[in-house]
T-cell receptor, first 114, second 110 residues
Framework: ETGVTQTPRHLVMGMTNKKSLKCEQH?????MYWYKQSAKKPLELMFV???????ENNSVPSRFSPECPNSSHLFLHLHTLQPEDSALYLC?????????????FGNGTRLTVT | DAKTTQPTSMDCAEGRAANLPCNHS???????VYWYRQIHSQGPQYIIH???NNETNEMASLIITEDRKSSTLILPHATLRDTAVYYC???????????FGAGTTVTVRA
């Protein structure tokens, strides 16, 4: 149990599908993050939400659409993805008003786009 | 954030201490040294972090040189479950943009 729960763990979708990834944190944190990890590449920061406001959009294509309805939940809505979007998508949370707050990660959603 | 350099891989024997080096020669005074690890098919796991002083917790010890240009993560009694990729990151305490490099692939052998 990591304190950050991601569902589903695995997802296979076609290029014309619409799906959503869900993240829930049980740590009382006020910031949440989406990262992408492609095979043999370092983690890439995609989006950051602080106090439910988006504070970072790291040049991510519009086919990825984040949503943060409250401080405990984060979604990543996916539509018309490409095969190169296949990757491990990781959610993380932290406490931004506490100095040196480390990130806590979920175990990710393994996405395959066919 | 300062760039960090780590060996690509290392092996260690089960039950022995594992010493993982990291160079961060351009680190600034505001940047902390963070260590994370990622076990296969899981998300990264926070291990420890420090600024100037050596730090210890239930997972590991962090030794930072006096000039802060390098550090060593010590796993005191490595187990097979410590096999993972270990990431050393220099991060300003006001910055949330945690950037991971390639890390060190540590293999603990029985």
């Amino acid at each position: 149990e990591t304190g950050v729960t991601q569902t589903p763990r695995h997802l296979v979708m076609g290029m014309t599908n619409k799906k959503s990834l869900k993240c829930e944190q049980h740590l009382g944190h006020n910031a949440m993050y989406w990262y992408k990890q492609s095979a043999k590449k370092p983690l890439e920061l995609m989006f950051v939400y602080s106090l439910e406001e988006r504070v970072e959009n790291n040049s991510v294509p519009s086919r990825f659409s984040p949503e943060c309805p409250n401080s405990s939940h984060l979604f990543l809505h996916l539509h018309t993805l490409q095969p190169e979007d296949s990757a491990l998508y990781l959610c993380a949370s932290s406490q931004e008003d506490t100095a040196n707050s480390p990130l806590h990660f979920g175990n990710g959603t393994r996405l395959t786009v066919t | 954030d300062a760039k960090t350099t780590q060996p690509t891989s290392m092996d260690c024997a089960e039950g022995r201490a594992a010493n993982l080096p990291c160079n961060h020669s351009t680190i600034s005074g505001n940047e902390y040294v963070y260590w994370y690890r990622q076990i296969h098919s899981q998300g990264p796991q926070y291990i420890i972090h420090g600024l100037k002083n050596n730090e210890t917790n239930e997972m590991a010890s962090l030794i930072i040189t006096e000039d802060r240009k390098s550090s060593t993560l010590i796993l005191p009694h490595a187990t097979l479950r410590d096999t993972a990729v270990y990431y050393c990151i220099a991060l300003d305490h006001n910055d949330y943009k945690l950037s991971f490099g390639a890390g060190t692939t540590v293999t603990v052998r029985a």
